[in-house]
């Protein structure tokens, strides 16, 4: 049997292909006949282009039909997909296509010629330009190849996927996906989620992440059901598609946003089974407010982009608030200590999964990979949690320096780097303080040395905005004289975090 993920959702199409699978805010629309018509015209230019199977296909694009048509053509071919946030910096993607190495890069046309000069850097044989809405190069090219292709032959263990996660030295890594793991996954919620046919999914994610790309479209795609496809979040606009849907899946500010919202009731929500949120903690305060206005009770679950969904609150029995749930079935799940060992209940230790669904390690990088797993094979995943008597798994903390704005990773390491560059900048840290929109927001706490000029503020945060992706830039810059340290020589985070959490909060 082939194991291309492309083949498995394409076996559980609708009978009546004609039905509708994306229906786009930007009015364009396609069926599932389409929608095997593009990706098979999308696969043979990329086979034209060059792509054998196994080349990464890298993807710097907006939301758009086409950019999902990319994704499900690039299985087709039997390469393998990476996906890159559109707002990433050159000195960003440089470090990623030099890593990758693709054979193709589909970009935007502002940004072709800054990825025409990396790809003459990195050796990348092809870019081709696709416009924020999908249109141009890329649509007409791909328009002008055939209908049909044989879907390339994969195996379970041959990657699909390489989605480059942030990390602690500052350097994104490559976390490499497999058929199987994604398939696996994909298998897992629909059963647990109970996604049934006439079902609806209002998309509102990103798509270069494992959360909008994978756990979102693959729910639709294996269930053969329709995609209501926002190309940008709008909390009003999203509460006027609920009562065409019947499952939403959003970040944490998501909810947020909706529940800012007066139009937010039940009436709204009335033809609505499930609301699932994750990617970042999710308050109390809006999970009740959730349910009060709208009787509905979100339902939480854990996951990373090393494996997708590992924990999750069950579809039938009690969603327990403050909680993300129970270990998805397939998933080994244990509280570890210091020495890998399992924690009894209620003892906070690092978070360990191991599983089917589980990535296959980083790319290009064998020592991380080995670093990052126990000798039994479990993969660290750096969240500190806590099991309960009854199985319920509490995300208490972090184990690795991070903060998660908004759903997106941020690590501290890689934008204190670009501050340090600075002159006048002797050190800095950067912190997550709570945020009311975001969860958390970067904050920049910085010490100068005694240089003529020394920058102000604004300075600091325009030097990062030059460099790196917006969502990395700090949105509050403080000056200290120095930063607090343990005895061991190491700037405690949690200090500075609690000292300007509490400055903005006053
Ligand atoms: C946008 N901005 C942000 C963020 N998003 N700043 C900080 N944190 C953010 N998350 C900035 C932009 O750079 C811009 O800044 C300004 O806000 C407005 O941009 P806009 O695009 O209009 O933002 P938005 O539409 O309001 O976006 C907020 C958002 C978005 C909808 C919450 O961030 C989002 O879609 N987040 C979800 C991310 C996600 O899918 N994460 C899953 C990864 P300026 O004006 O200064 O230029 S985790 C994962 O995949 C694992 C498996 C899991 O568990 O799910
Ligand atoms: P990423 O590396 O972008 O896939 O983000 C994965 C990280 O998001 C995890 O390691 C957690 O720290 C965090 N995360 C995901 N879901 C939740 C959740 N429901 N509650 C708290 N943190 C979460």
């Known amino acids: 049997m082939n194991e291309n993920l492309y083949a498995q959702f394409d076996m559980r199409f609708p009978a009546d292909a004609s039905a509708c699978f994306l229906s786009c805010s930007d009015g364009r629309t396609l069926t599932f006949d389409g929608l095997r018509a593009r990706t098979a015209q999308v696969a043979n230019l990329l086979r034209r282009l060059g792509a054998q199977p196994g080349d990464r296909i890298a993807a710097q694009v907006e939301k758009s039909l086409d950019a999902v048509t990319l994704y499900l053509g690039c299985l087709r071919a039997g390469c393998v997909f990476l996906p890159l946030n559109p707002a990433y910096q050159m000195g960003e993607l440089a470090h990623l296509l030099g890593d990758a190495r693709p054979t193709v890069l589909v970009t935007a046309p502002q940004r072709a010629a800054m990825c025409k000069t990396l790809a003459a850097e990195t050796a990348i044989a092809q870019v ?9 190069e890329f649509r007409d090219r791909v328009a002008r190849e055939s209908t049909n292709c044989l879907t390339a032959e994969r195996s379970g263990g041959d990657l699909a996927a390489i989605l480059y996660t942030s990390g602690t030295t500052g350097r994104a890594k490559g976390a490499m996906l497999t058929h199987r793991n ?32 994978f756990v979102a479209l693959h729910s639709a795609l294996y269930n053969g059901n329709t995609v209501l496809f926002e190309t940008r979040f709008d909390a009003a606009q999203a509460i006027g598609l609920l009562a065409h849907s019947t499952v939403v899946m959003g970040v944490p500010t998501h909810y947020a946003r909706m529940l800012a919202e007066p139009a937010l009731d039940a009436a709204a ?19 009740r407010a959730f349910q009060e206005r709208t009787t509905h009770t979100i339902l939480e679950r854990y996951g990373m982009t090393e494996g997708g969904m590992f924990v999750s609150n069950p579809y039938d029995g009690e969603r327990r608030c403050g909680t993300v749930g129970k270990p998805l079935p397939g998933i080994a799940l244990r509280v570890a200590d210091a020495q890998d060992r399992p924690m ?25 990979t080995a670093e990052d797993h126990t000798v039994d094979g479990y993969f660290r995943t750096g969240d500190l949690g806590m099991l309960s008597e009854d199985g319920y798994l509490t ?22 780097d670009v501050i340090d560059g600075l002159p006048g900048v002797r050190e800095s840290a950067v912190v997550g303080v709570p945020h009311p929109d975001f969860g958390e927001s970067v904050t920049a706490v910085v010490v100068l040395d005694h240089h003529a000029s020394p920058p102000s503020a604004e300075q ?43 400055a903005q909060s006053a």
């Open 395 to 416: 995300i208490v903390g972090r184990d690795k320096d991070l903060i998660i704005s908004g759903g997106l990773n941020v690590y501290p390491k890689e934008i204190e």
């Open 269 to 287: 929500c009335q033809g609505m089974r499930l609301f699932i949120s994750g990617s970042a903690p999710l308050l109390p305060s809006v999970f």
């Open 182 to 213: 994604l398939a696996v996954g994909t298998r897992v919620l629909h059963t647990q989620w109970g996604f049934r046919p006439g079902d609806v999914l209002l998309h509102i994610l990103p798509i270069y992440h494992f959360h909008g790309l």
């Open 460 to 502: 600091v945060a325009l030097h990062v905005r030059n460099r790196l992706a917006a969502f990395k830039v700090p949105r509050q810059v403080y000056f200290a004289e120095e930063l607090p340290r343990n005895a061991m020589g190491k700037v405690q985070k949690l200090a500075l975090r609690q000292q300007y959490g509490a």
């Open 128 to 136: 081709v330009e696709m416009a924020d809405d999908g249109s141009g």
């Open 344 to 368: 009894p209940p209620l003892g906070i230790g690092n978070i360990q999964v191991k599983g089917e669904s589980v990535f296959a390690g980083y790319w290009r990088l064998p020592e991380k």
